[in-house]
């Protein structure tokens, strides 16, 4: 069953409409840039700028949707997922991108690593003239694996990680997922043989040498990702790896991204105070 978990939000009050209209004096947006030279729609960006700032830290955000699901207008017009964060991150002075990246079947691991490579090129040959500073990735779900993946396969590109509800451990989600679901995406995209999903798995890496991330879990997420987080707490204790982890007071795994921008967003304050941390 391919129907994802923002299902839901048509049926709440709590998601509002997208309402770009009264932040315009404060973000600058621009849409549809595309990353790559090509017409593909998948390797577009939109980019969100603080106004009046001539130098800023940058995030690139990466979505989630299980690999294969969304883009970065996904709902945009019921709950402005993904606008808001581009606008939430732009209004405290730090430049967001909201990237769109090849999906499966399409592209596979390797091929989706190498969008958000893609990405992180082209917004340092565009830091002067948009005045990125040092980049961050940010990236929930199946995005937060990318984005950690990414740090370990090129460590010096980035200044750090935002993981929300990430992806860990691939082997432990195929045993807490539903047949149907490993038929048509984990066997495919990561292979039949489970001893092998650790290299795909970012809990694998986790050594001194990592780069310091911070990871944010709903108190109310999937039992598997609430699983993965007290799997990563004690791998960071026994590893010694930078990190710190944060779980979320009543939040579930759509409100990480579904809550931004909203009155009592809890995301938003720990994000601008881990870059602030990070730039010392």
């Not at 650790?198 to 911070?214: A, G």
């Not at 579930?252 to 921008?261: E, F, G």
Request: hydrophobic share 40%.
């Amino acid at each position: 069953m391919k129907i994802t978990f923002f299902v839901f939000c048509f049926t709440f009050i709590s998601c509002h409409s997208f309402d770009y209209s009264s932040v315009k004096e404060q973000v600058n947006r621009i849409e549809n840039i595309f990353y790559v030279n090509d017409s593909n729609p998948k390797h577009s960006l939109d980019l969100f700028l603080p106004s009046g700032k001539k130098s800023f830290p940058l995030v690139i955000f990466i979505h989630g949707g299980f690999w294969r699901n969304q883009d970065k207008t996904y709902l945009r017009a019921f709950t402005g997922l993904y606008h808001n964060i581009g606008i939430a991150l732009a209004k405290k002075g730090i430049g967001c991108i909201i990237t769109n990246y090849r999906l499966f079947p399409e592209a596979k691991l390797d091929g989706q690593l190498n969008d958000i490579a893609s990405v992180i090129e082209w917004a340092n040959k565009n830091s002067l003239k948009y005045g990125f500073e040092d980049v961050y990735l940010m990236g929930h779900s199946a995005g937060g694996h990318l984005a950690i993946m990414h740090s370990i396969q090129k460590p010096n590109t980035v200044k750090g990680i935002i993981a929300l509800s990430p992806i860990l451990d691939i082997a432990h989600m195929r045993e807490n997922k539903e047949d149907d679901f490993n038929r048509e995406l984990t066997i495919p995209m990561f292979g039949a043989d489970t001893n092998e999903y650790s290299k795909s798995s970012p809990i694998t890496y986790l050594d001194n040498k990592s780069l310091d991330t911070l990871y944010l879990f709903g108190e109310k997420d999937y039992a598997f990702a609430i699983d993965q987080s007290k799997m990563l707490m004690e791998k960071l204790t026994k590893s010694k790896a930078k990190g710190e982890v944060k779980i979320i007071p009543s939040y579930d795994h759509a409100d990480m991204v579904l809550q931004i921008n909203k009155e009592g967003d809890r995301i938003i304050p720990l994000v601008q105070s881990y870059i602030l941390r990070m730039r010392k």
